[in-house]
């Protein structure tokens, strides 16, 4: 797990975003309404956490 999004539209528009980049990745919803998003490849791990990081400071970046 890389992290935690606000809701179901953030959560898929980084999938979205992430696969676009070639990182397989997957979202589930919490018990509390969040959604954790995980990447399937160790390798991708420390990347997706910075671009996630980036998505949460703007989220209607032009670039996701």
Same mark, same amino acid.
């Given at each position: #797990?890389?992290?935690?999004? %606000?809701? /179901?539209? @953030?959560?898929?528009? $980084? *999938? +979205?975003?992430? $696969?676009?980049?070639? #990182? !397989?990745? @997957?979202? !589930? =919803?919490?018990? +509390?309404?969040?959604?954790? /998003?995980? /990447?399937?490849? =160790? +390798? *991708? $791990? @420390?990347? %997706?956490? =910075?671009?996630?990081?980036?998505? @949460? ?8």
């Amino acid at each position: #797990m890389i992290g935690q999004l %606000a809701d /179901v539209s @953030q959560a898929q528009t $980084f *999938h +979205d975003f992430l $696969f676009s980049r070639g #990182m !397989e990745n @997957q979202i !589930e =919803e919490r018990a +509390d309404g969040r959604w954790d /998003v995980w /990447v399937i490849s =160790e +390798d *991708h $791990f @420390q990347n %997706a956490r =910075e671009i996630l990081k980036k998505y @949460q400071d703007d989220p209607g970046g032009p670039e996701y």
